[in-house]
């Protein structure tokens, strides 16, 4: 009964440490009654996203977060390290070693800006570009085997549900 109580705690209280393990909860199982059904809402959330990330990393070989950055990239010549770091909104230091390992890996150049030696500079390298690439068809497969059985006027529904909910936290004053 205790460890049911902290579970709870945990999804009412904090949205940052989860410290219960997503994958050992039952499929189709609840929390306890005297959780809210918000509190359930944000399990799940929490779940599903931390599910996503670890799934589509091994799908893809590569994490969103990064891919993100590819994609962007691919739209452009180049930008400065700052600039990309606005675009996709990381904090700064991800972003920095973000590219820092893209960079290692081959798939991104940087460069100081010839004009302003403080501004680095970053742009896609052909590798990346064939990343890119392969990675559209990896993420296909992906969101196809993630959305199997959801019909589509349930994508319809979560889509609206989705975009309600991110509107509420943009309204959340911090």
């Not at 918000?38 to 996503?52: A, M, V």
């Not at 070989?61 to 891919?67: A, D, E, K, V, Y």
């Not at 950055?69 to 972003?95: R, T, W």
Request: charged share 30%; net charge positive.
């Amino acid at each position: 009964m205790q460890k049911e109580k902290k579970v709870c705690i945990l999804v009412d209280i904090s949205i940052i440490d989860v410290s219960i393990n997503c994958r050992t909860r039952k499929k189709g199982s609840v929390l306890p009654s005297y959780c809210s059904q918000e509190g359930e809402i944000l399990y799940q959330l929490q779940c599903l996203n931390k599910g996503i990330g670890m799934k589509f990393e091994a799908c893809t070989g590569i994490s969103q977060s990064r891919l993100e950055l590819l994609a962007l990239l691919f739209h452009v010549d180049e930008i400065s390290q700052s600039d990309l770091q606005k675009k996709v909104n990381i904090d700064s230091a991800a972003v920095t070693r973000h590219v820092k390992q893209l960079e290692a890996s081959g798939m991104v150049s940087r460069r100081r800006k010839p004009e302003d030696n403080r501004i680095t500079l970053v742009r896609l390298t052909e590798q990346g570009r064939e990343r890119i690439e392969s990675s559209k068809r990896e993420k296909e497969r992906f969101m196809k085997e993630m959305l199997a059985g959801v019909s589509a006027e349930e994508r319809r529904v979560l889509i609206d549900i989705l975009a309600k909910m991110q509107t509420n936290i943009n309204n959340i004053q911090a």
